[in-house]
């Protein structure tokens, strides 16, 4: 079996807020690999408004141990932009792992804390991508642009770069330019997080174009067609917000099972396979607050499904103990939550963290 995806409350209140100024000088940073990094706004000295908020990248361990708190940059310093975000907007703040594991990328807004949610959507603040990496924090790439909300971009190599917001569909850019073109349709225009699993490109959203959308084939950098893989439903009514990709079965080309989640009613988890035609849902879903509006990453330990879920209050580690084609059977356990004023946002491995192939 090959794994293609890769894809505690606080020990004490103080340290989470123990910071290092990579951001701000760019020094290298020493991300561990396999462990999971948290997009976090707000530093816990005031309540979380629309207003743009200062964000931190928080690295903890897969059993809840915070090893740093990184900052990203609330000022331009050369040719990197600041990187805020706004303080409640769930829909903001996802985050990516490469397809070589060597970046996590995040897509924000070049302005000051404290701007108010008007100016900081408008069409002449820049939106800015983060690459992350252990070189440092790279926040040279960004355009002013009308995408409204800031969702999430996604790198293969550092250089080229997709990125997607509430408007214009899907987007390259190339690192450090400050003018995108825009690759697919306008729908999804409502679209999530952008990820790429098996060197395809995947976008999650929440309208008739499909919950799960392949962007074109493979990673392309102009304009291409969107395939839904699976479908809109509109009966369901939610919104997909994580989605992990693995590949269990060496019979059918590519990936073959999919975890969904998303806000229908209190939250849930959906689980899909692929027969070699097309994706099914297998049994029903699981529901509860985990896994409502958060980000999804994974793995494989043990022969078992593991997924790490970040929602606005907490980290949570789900294991699927169920084969892949059988019916969800998960056990959840919490391994941070949130202080005070501060929310969690997207969640993914650490940079420097190798794709895993797990053979069955």
Sequence with gaps: MKLKALLSYSLIAVSL??????????QPIDFKPNNLLVVRVGDGNSGLSDKATSVFLDEYTTTGTLVQSIPMPVSAKGANAAFVLSGN??????????????????????????????ALK???????????????IDTRTAEAIDIVDTRT??????K????????????????????????????????????????QLYVSSSNNSGYITKVGNGTPLSSTR??????????????????????????IPGVDLLYVNGDQGVGYL???????????????????????????????ENGKVVLYASNNSKITKITDHAAPSDKLDVKTEVLVSATSNTAFRGLTFTPDTKPVLVKK
């Design 270 to 300: 959906r689980k899909y396979v692929n027969d070699g035609g097309r994706w099914k849902e297998v049994g029903t879903p699981a529901t509860g607050a985990t896994f409502k509006n958060a980000a999804l990453t994974g793995t494989i």
């Design 226 to 251: 969107v395939s839904p893989i699976v479908p809109y439903v509109p009966d369901l009514n939610f919104l997909v917000h994580g989605y992990v990709f693995f590949d269990t079965d060496p019979s």
């Design 89 to 118: 907007n769930q829909s903001q703040g996802y985050s990516s792992l490469s397809g070589n594991g060597q970046f996590v990328t995040l897509l924000g807004y070049d302005s000051a804390p404290g701007t108010d949610a008007t």
């Design 17 to 26: 807020f123990t910071v290092k100024s990579h951001a701000q000088k760019n």
């Design 160 to 199: 080229d770069i997709w990125f997607i917001g509430q408007k214009e569909g899907v987007r390259y850019i190339y690192a450090g330019a400050s003018k995108s073109e825009r690759i697919s349709p306008t729908i999804p225009s409502a679209g999530r997080i952008l990820n790429i699993y098996d060197n």
């Design 153 to 158: 971009a996604v790198t293969t190599n550092g």
């Design 122 to 136: 408008a069409a002449n603040t820049p939106k800015v991508v983060a690459l992350v990496s252990k070189k440092g």
